[in-house]
């Protein structure tokens, strides 16, 4: 068996590298995949764009809700707990994409 711990190169270009601005996330599964879409909500502006789409295997989404969560955890006990406010927590935004809709 191969292991695991094996140390490998990640590449990444400039561009990507640039990041893309996002302040709402869209998630919607299936049975064999999990789709994130990230999105950006401009004030004043009624309309929404969707600036990246990642698709996930099942057990990849888990694995980057863990490493989620543990990278919070680490930034709180640093700079201090992340509070979120009611509208946060809960938008009132429609967003309805024909399928069904997880949180974020």
Known sequence: MENQNQPFDIEIS?????GIYSNF???THSNTE???????LMPGVPKG???SRIILAPQHA??????LAEN???????FGEIE???????????LNFGGQTGQA
Not at 14 to 18: M, N, P, T
């Open 14 to 18: 400039d561009e990507i590298a640039d």
């Open 25 to 27: 996330a869209i998630i």
């Open 34 to 40: 999990f789709i994130v879409d990230f999105v950006r």
């Open 49 to 51: 764009k969707v600036k």
């Open 62 to 67: 888990k694995r980057l809700m863990m490493a």
């Open 72 to 78: 919070v955890s680490k930034f709180e006990e640093t």
């Open 84 to 94: 979120l406010d009611e509208t946060a927590a809960n938008p009132a935004i429609p």
